[in-house]
């Protein structure tokens, strides 16, 4: 009769290396079901524009301030199950993105405005255009082709 310590000791190599595999293809098999989405914004103001990441849990992550007239693109990962979108990774997780706001950079809390980002959830295409612009208010709408 085995005594259950000799038994543990015996099969924990095994049993530490069976999770350790099927660890390894859980985290391949949701690598796989990620995809890239690239976002284009425009500034089409005169004045240079700021954009922001709002992240799960309220984490906030400067983008980029985009010069007049001119453009920058970021890529984001879609979750192919559940169309979530994500901007990085905390500790092998990825960080999911609640919003990106762009505003007149001397201007933010003025003119600040998001991006219509449950329309990129909604849409299966890998590639988005937005325009930022004065027409009345400051706002951010999908770029005429």
């Given at each position: 009769?085995i005594?259950?310590?000799?038994?543990?000791?015996?099969?924990?190599?095994?049993?530490?290396?069976?999770?350790?595999?099927?660890?390894?293809?859980?985290?391949t098999?949701?690598?796989?079901?990620?995809?890239?989405?690239?976002?284009?914004?425009?500034?089409?103001?005169?004045?240079?524009?700021?954009?922001?990441?709002?992240?799960?849990?309220?984490?906030?992550?400067?983008?980029?301030?985009?010069?007049?007239?001119?453009?920058?693109?970021?890529?984001?990962?879609?979750d192919?199950?559940?169309?979530?979108?994500s901007?990085?990774?905390?500790?092998?997780?990825?960080?999911?993105?609640?919003?990106?706001?762009?505003?007149?950079?001397?201007?933010?809390?003025?003119?600040?405005?998001?991006?219509?980002?449950l329309?990129?959830?909604?849409?299966?295409?890998?590639?988005?255009?937005?325009?930022?612009?004065?027409?009345?208010?400051?706002?951010c709408?999908?770029?005429?082709?």
């Open positions: 009769m005594q259950p310590k000799a038994w543990f000791c015996r099969l924990a190599p095994q049993n530490l290396i069976f999770a350790l595999m099927v660890s390894l293809s859980w985290s098999v949701a690598a796989n079901e990620r995809d890239d989405v690239i976002v284009t914004i425009h500034n089409d103001s005169p004045e240079p524009l700021r954009c922001e990441a709002i992240l799960a849990h309220f984490v906030t992550m400067p983008l980029f301030t985009i010069p007049r007239h001119q453009s920058a693109a970021i890529t984001l990962r879609r192919l199950q559940q169309g979530t979108l901007l990085g990774e905390h500790k092998g997780s990825p960080m999911m993105l609640e919003n990106i706001l762009c505003a007149v950079d001397t201007q933010w809390t003025a003119t600040k405005t998001d991006l219509p980002i329309d990129i959830r909604a849409n299966p295409a890998d590639h988005f255009s937005f325009s930022c612009k004065r027409v009345g208010r400051f706002l709408s999908p770029a005429s082709p």
